[in-house]
């Protein structure tokens, strides 16, 4: 999809002000798999300010969902928490979480609920925040 928008093949609304966003590097696509820019540029290409947080690239910290602990009870302070906090903090308060694994949106989505702030910041996919800026 990168390629596509930078060729100019998919076309994105130029006008678009997607304000702030945090990424949030996935454990599998990030660390494991050392794909960390393409993300970033498809953000950028969309018309996002992009904030890193502290803990990005290879030293991304986990959202919680990795090994399977989506599905085990966890006692405080949870993981999931522990990301969403570092990312508001260290990204001053995005508009909106990026994230690129459908495990992330669900433990990001879930932080944000928990803390009773997702009326003030999304959560979304990356290529949900492209989709939502193609130009008609």
């Known amino acids: 999809m990168r ?6 093949r998919v076309k ?8 702030s966003v945090g990424y949030h590097d996935p454990c599998f696509l990030g660390r494991y798999n050392g794909i960390f820019d393409e993300q970033r540029e498809m953000l950028k290409l969309a018309g996002a300010e992009l904030r890193e947080p502290g803990l990005s690239r290879q ?10 602990r989506m599905w085990m009870e966890e ?3 949870r993981v999931n928490h522990k ?8 990204c001053n308060q995005p508009e909106t979480i990026g994230v690129s694994c459908p495990f992330c949106l669900t ?22 925040i492209v989709a939502e800026q193609l130009a008609v």
């Open 3 to 8: 390629k596509l928008i930078a060729d100019g």
């Open 12 to 19: 994105i609304d130029k006008n678009a002000n997607l304000g």
């Open 59 to 68: 030293q991304s910290f986990c959202c919680g969902a990795g090994g399977g």
């Open 75 to 77: 006692h405080a302070p």
């Open 83 to 90: 990301r969403f906090d570092e990312i508001m903090e260290t």
């Open 107 to 128: 433990m990001m989505t879930d932080s944000s609920k928990d803390k009773q702030v997702d009326d003030k910041v999304k959560v979304k996919d990356v290529i949900e």
